[in-house]
């Protein structure tokens, strides 16, 4: 299978800390997405971030892509109780299939 | 815009009807897709289209047809449902840059088949 997976699969944390997720891949890539799906509800884009590209950052958001190692991390800083969702990483690998892995679990406690 | 719109939000089945999802958007994308989901799990491609007249197979095809006559519609049709059908389904639509972009993701369609 193509599909990319995130470890930890659950991750719970306290408010405040940061909230570090990993997706690896298999094959080469063209870009790497993140998103995050509250319980219940359609997927939400955070962060699109190409292949020649190493980092990049939105707001609270810092993503990392190592194409050597086929790997990406998302950061999420100073994490909030809102922040309580699911985090998914998708990766096209050179094709029009755009392949979404198996997800990480954040639970962020008050 | 509305964005992606998917009807119906809700759906019973039993086995062996057949039915069909819609799924339409108005932000002129040329990229559209369908994905399922099952509980606890990440999500799956069914069908993808990068543009009217052009369909794909995605990880999970079987059982499923589509179909992409405009732009802005791109409808799932279930040819003969079963129980191992049940499940969320997420239509997306994005602009393409030399692959599937930005994804916008419709509120879903919860389907159980009896």
């Known amino acids: 299978s193509q599909q990319g997976e995130e470890d930890p699969q659950a991750l719970s944390i306290q408010e405040g800390e940061n909230a570090t997720m990993n997706c690896s891949y298999k094959t080469s890539i063209n870009n790497l997405q993140w998103y995050r799906q509250n319980s219940g509800r359609g997927l939400v884009h955070l962060i699109l971030?190409?292949?020649?590209?190493r980092e990049k950052h939105s707001g609270r958001l810092r993503v990392t892509l190592d194409t050597s190692k086929k790997s990406s991390s998302l950061l999420i800083t100073a994490s909030r109780a809102a922040d309580t969702a699911s985090y998914f990483c998708a990766t096209d690998h050179n094709t029009d299939k755009l392949i979404f892995g198996t997800g990480t679990r954040l639970q962020v406690f008050p | 815009n509305a964005g992606v719109t998917q009807t119906p939000k809700f759906q019973v089945l039993k086995t062996g009807q057949s039915m069909t999802l819609q799924c339409a958007q108005d932000?002129?994308?040329?990229?559209m897709s369908w994905y399922r989901q099952d509980p606890g799990m990440g999500l799956r491609l069914i069908h993808y289209s990068v543009g009217a007249g052009i369909t794909d197979q995605g990880e999970v095809p079987n059982g499923y047809n589509v179909s992409r006559s405009t732009t802005e519609d791109f409808p799932l049709r279930l040819l003969s449902a079963a129980p191992s059908q049940t499940s969320v389904y997420f239509c997306?639509?994005?602009?393409?840059?030399?692959?599937?972009?930005?994804?916008?993701f419709g509120p879903g369609t919860r389907l159980t088949v009896l």
């Open positions: 971030i190409r292949s020649n590209e």
């Open positions: 997306a639509s994005s602009p393409l840059a030399g692959g599937p972009d930005t994804q916008y």
């Open positions: 932000m002129n994308h040329e990229y």
